[in-house]
């Protein structure tokens, strides 16, 4: 009898709700049990209200079980060695369950399927199949991507396709390509899970992008705040490179392409594209002025590509199926399926991959299932801290990037963090300001001067000091921090700070005043 | 991939001979300041000021840019930490959460504020932003070791856990 194949995911999510102590639990009684057992430790499936997520592989398909606990390992196991027994905790079928069953999954069709140290799994769910396509028809490369109406999933929206094109045409005797893996917004976490359950997927992304502009060196991004990516990555680096599919002639072709990690070292502005680029080079990491455009002189003033982890992991599955079976997805100018990430005060939370156009407010409470605190969803914040916070009365806003933009949104990197309601607005606007003055790199004046002092001004506001003139002042001041400021950093920080003050104004009224108005 | 691998960091005291082969072994790659750096930094547990004239010298640039990278990035610090390093999130998922009242709770029982290390050099607590494990918010690291679903109960366990 083969061994019994048992998967405990390694992602970061489920290590921190105890998925590591339940791998060596099960490992030890199979031990003792004398049982012959497997483990994988294969990525998150994204339903993470119930990691740690056990999956046994039976007869009938993976049947999985969930949230497991360390006093659950024993009854777990004896139902997975029973071919996947009954137990409270048993979910069934990954794929049937409601939260996977509405997904598209192109962009994370295997992340938590395979063993991402697996090049032969990955090979066997499709895997490399982009590439095979790509190397023979290298000329093309740049015009499906184009066709494919990709936009950059880090939060920009710029057409993927188009710079490519820019790399690819400038002509030099290096270029690069860097992946921009410093996902710093909170509320997102698909690089994260991307890079540690497919991290093949994104090698071979890029490996396409060097291909199609003539490139032969890449650089991962990652911040040092995601150690479990950065040790992913670097594995699966090695095996590739000992297989053939990185190096002087990938996959037996003429092409040579080589990637390298480099860690972050804790600055949100580094995942701005230039400051990342300085950051890269050993600077500080400030952000430049643009143009040049990167495009045209980045990572040590050659032609460089720089992509989000999502951007160049959904590359692949484009060059595989098609331009067009990627575009058949999607709303108006928003193309293919966006992997959305659900967070902060909700049931359900996790990465849920769907075409764009799908509202806020199914992902908030049909999907997410409303806050897990019992109490009524107050505020939502979209796109990371640069994002704007939308009321419930905005749930009908399509997941779109010109929907959320006529609206004062931003999609941003598609986190979704939701706020019961007890959130206090004019502490979250606040909280803005401070974040934006302890990130900023401090070149320009309306982020570096102007962040501070957006602190003090809701600090008056909230202190009942001339509340009226002081609102009127923080709005002049967003206003000059939105189209003074050299980044998003400055540029975007106004949007949690306005929409807080135009949809929740309630909140920014003296302290007194709100005690007597209950 | 061990969670719970730099749950007791050793360092080595700090030294310019150690120094100067960490950049050594670094120096050839292409951007090789923050590599070098962290690997300083993996090895001492800080960057000694005494570090920054070894590296501007074998980088071929000034101690001043040396000294305004370091200072650039939270990462690095300028002395050692505490014996542990208790990371709090402090971003908007784990606000939402509940993040905020954990952190004062933190900050009482530690008798410190964020940024500092305990009197007697057992603990250094500090705000993280984002650790992307914003689905099972709120979420703290303890030397490294990543604990999400952060409550009350499981505060006081790693803030116990710092005194054994």
Redo the contacts between chains.
């Keep these: 009898m083969s061994a019994l194949r048992i998967y405990v995911p ?1 992602d ?2 489920a ?3 105890g ?2 102590e339940i791998a060596v639990a099960i490992a030890a009684l199979a031990a003792k049990r004398k049982i012959s057992v497997e483990i994988v ?1 294969n990525g998150s499936r994204g339903m ?2 119930l ?1 740690p997520m056990l999956e046994a592989a039976t007869e009938g398909g993976r049947i999985a079980y969930g949230p497991v606990k360390l006093a659950d390992v024993e009854s777990v196991f004896e139902a997975m060695v029973a071919g996947g027994g009954e137990h409270k905790l048993r979910v069934g079928v990954p794929e049937e369950h409601p939260f996977l069953k509405r997904q598209t999954r192109l962009t994370f069709a295997r992340c938590g399927i395979v063993d991402p140290r697996s090049l032969e799994d990955y090979e066997a769910h499709d895997g490399y199949k982009g590439l095979a396509k790509a190397v023979a028809n290298h000329g093309g490369i740049v015009e499906e991507v184009i066709q494919s109406g990709l936009r950059g999933r880090g939060g920009a929206g710029f057409p993927t396709g188009i710079k490519w094109k820019t790399v690819a045409e400038t002509k030099a005797d290096r270029k690069y390509i860097v992946c921009n893996a410093d ?7 698909a690089d ?1 899970m991307i890079m540690e359950g497919d991290p093949f997927v994104l090698i071979e992304g890029m490996t396409i992008a060097g291909i199609a502009v003539g490139a032969a ?1 890449g650089f991962i991004y990652i911040r ?5 990516a950065i ?2 990555m670097t594995d699966a680096i090695g095996i590739a490179r000992c297989a053939g599919m990185l190096g002087k002639t990938v996959a037996g072709s003429a092409f040579a392409f080589d990637l ?1 990690v ?7 502005v580094c995942g701005e594209e230039t400051a990342l680029l300085e ?8 952000v430049r002025a643009k143009p040049p455009l990167p495009a045209h002189k980045g990572l ?1 003033g050659k032609p460089t590509i720089v992509n989000n982890v999502l951007s160049l992991a959904t590359v692949p599955v484009i060059m595989d199926k098609g331009a067009a079976f990627y575009k058949n997805f999607g709303v108006g100018r928003s193309r293919g399926t966006m992997p959305i ?6 049931n359900y ?3 849920f991959e769907t075409p764009f156009g799908i509202t806020l407010g199914a992902l908030v409470n049909d999907i997410g299932g409303g806050c ?1 605190t019992g109490r009524p969803v107050k505020a939502v ?1 979209v796109g990371g ?1 640069l994002g704007a916070y939308f009321p419930p009365s905005l749930f009908d806003t399509p997941f779109d990037y010109e929907a959320f933009a006529a609206r004062d949104g931003l999609i941003g990197h598609a ?1 979704v ?4 309601d007890t ?1 206090d607005m004019a502490k ?1 606007a606040r ?1 803005a300001m401070e ?1 934006c003055a ?2 900023s ?1 401090g070149k320009c004046t309306p982020c570096r001067i102007g962040s501070t002092r957006g602190v003090e001004i809701v600090d008056k506001i909230i202190n009942g000091e001339n509340p009226e003139k002081n609102i009127e002042l923080l709005a002049d001041l967003c206003n000059t921090m939105k189209f003074g400021s050299l980044c998003a950093l400055g540029g975007f920080t106004p949007y949690p700070v306005v929409s807080a003050l135009t949809h929740f104004p309630e909140d920014f009224k003296p302290a007194r005043q709100r005690e007597a108005a209950e | 991939m061990r969670n719970t691998d730099k749950r007791v960091a050793k360092y080595e005291p700090f030294g310019t001979e150690r120094t100067a082969q960490i950049i050594a072994e670094h120096k050839d790659l292409e951007g090789p300041l923050l590599p070098i750096l962290h690997a300083l930094q993996e090895t001492f547990g800080y960057i000694d000021q005494a570090a920054e004239p070894i590296v501007a010298e074998a980088l071929n640039i000034s101690r001043a840019e040396v000294h305004g990278v370091v200072t650039f990035y939270h990462d690095f610090r300028a002395e050692p930490a505490g014996r542990h390093v208790l990371k709090l999130c402090r971003a908007e998922a784990c606000q939402a959460a509940g993040a905020d009242a954990l952190a004062a709770r933190a900050e009482a029982r530690l008798g410190v504020a964020f940024g500092r290390t305990t009197a007697d050099g057992r603990v250094t607590l500090e705000p993280v932003y984002c650790l992307g494990l914003c689905s099972v918010s709120p979420s703290a690291a303890l030397d490294g070791r990543i604990v999400a679903r952060l409550d009350a109960g499981k505060l006081d366990a790693l803030v116990a856990e710092t005194n054994r």
């Design positions: 390694g970061a999510a290590a921190a709700c998925a590591d430790r993470h209200w990691e996902e710093g917004d909170s509320g997102t976490f994260r060196k040092s705040e995601y150690p479990h040790a992913m390298e480099r860690v972050g070292a804790g600055s949100y950051s890269l080079e050993g600077n500080r990491g400030q040590f990430q659900l967070a902060g005060n909700l939370g996790g990465l897990f914040q801290p986190g963090v939701v706020f019961d959130v979250q909280f974040f302890i990130e790199c």
